[in-house]
């Protein structure tokens, strides 16, 4: 019969709560995070939010002089550079918070 090493016990639970302590610090961080991008020409800023929804497209440069297709590809090119700004940020993040733990499995 196996011996029941309570010291195990305890130091694998109070790792354990440290863990879920920094995730829920990860989730609420997620919330502050915004990321405001304008796409190339200048003419749509989006911004998202850390966990990647979409909080606000916005025209902040003239319209005149663009075509329909012109706008459409600003917007495509904000959309693409939050969403790529948002998961930097996110990376980001989950580094500063968890960086000094050792990944499961020995994979680095």
Not at 25 to 31: G, K, M, N
Not at 42 to 50: C, F, I, K, R, T
């Amino acid at each position: 019969m196996r011996e029941i090493d309570e010291a195990w016990i305890e130091e694998a639970v109070t790792a354990y709560r440290r863990i879920e302590e920094r995730q829920a610090e990860f989730t609420r961080s997620l919330a502050d995070i915004e990321v405001s991008v304008r796409s190339p020409d200048g003419l749509v800023e989006v911004v998202v939010a850390g966990e990647g929804g979409v909080r606000n497209v916005a025209i902040v440069g003239a319209l005149r002089n663009h075509s329909a297709s012109e706008i459409n590809r600003s917007i495509q090119a904000a959309l693409h550079a939050a969403k790529d700004g948002a998961e930097w940020a996110r990376r980001r993040l989950h580094q500063d918070i968890f960086g000094d733990y050792p990944r499961l499995g020995g994979m680095s």
